[in-house]
């Protein structure tokens, strides 16, 4: 459990954080949720009108959904540095990440009996504000590769599209 104080500093830090994001469009156009004013209506209509506009040209269209199971607690805590760094953060701003994520040590409470405390050495913090953008952030790069279709991504639910003339053409695409 965070304490409040947490909260409120993780809320100013993710405002300033999302306000640099989108003022500099470094997520992609196909990555929904936990953005201000994208988010489910707008990942079923972009999901909606591909498959809208290839049935409309008579082509054959198929949809791929994945679910990524334990998403938020698999996040390799250095891969996501090295990521925030590549976003262009100042050199401050990456240590106060850094020092946000490492050294982080749990405990778990089953029946009234405490476990050990252990580092933790992946995932976001369980009920932090900052976790899902760290999410969207550590993910970002799907949408951006080259497939012969389309995908969009809505927190840890991807959905991969791709149309065709025929069946046997868009079975191709998708193995691809």
């Known amino acids: 459990m965070l304490c409040n104080f947490s909260k409120i500093l993780e809320k100013i830090i993710k405002n300033h954080l999302i306000n640099y994001l989108e003022a500099n469009k470094l997520l992609s156009k196909n990555q929904f949720g936990f953005r201000p004013g994208i988010g489910t ?14 049935l409309d040209k008579g082509k ?25 760094s590549s976003f262009g953060m100042k ?28 580092e933790i050495i992946c995932g976001v913090p369980q009920g932090s504000v900052l976790g899902p953008i760290f999410f969207i952030l550590y993910i970002n ?5 080259k497939i012969d279709g389309t995908i969009i991504t809505y927190a840890d639910d991807t959905c991969l599209l791709f149309s065709g003339p025929t069946w046997n053409s868009v079975y191709q695409k998708s193995k691809n």
Not at 91 to 118: D, P
Not at 141 to 145: A, M, P, T
């Open 141 to 145: 790069s799907i949408c951006n590769l």
């Open 91 to 118: 050199t401050s701003s990456i240590k106060w990440f850094t020092s946000y994520l490492f050294k982080r040590n749990q405990i778990v409470m089953i029946n009234g009996i405490l476990s050990e405390e252990r």
């Open 60 to 84: 054959k269209t198929l949809a791929i959904f994945l679910d990524l199971a334990k998403a938020f607690d698999m996040i390799n805590h250095t891969e996501l540095i090295r990521i925030l």
């Open 41 to 54: 209506e707008e990942a079923l209509y972009s999901a909606t009108s591909f498959i809208y506009n290839a």
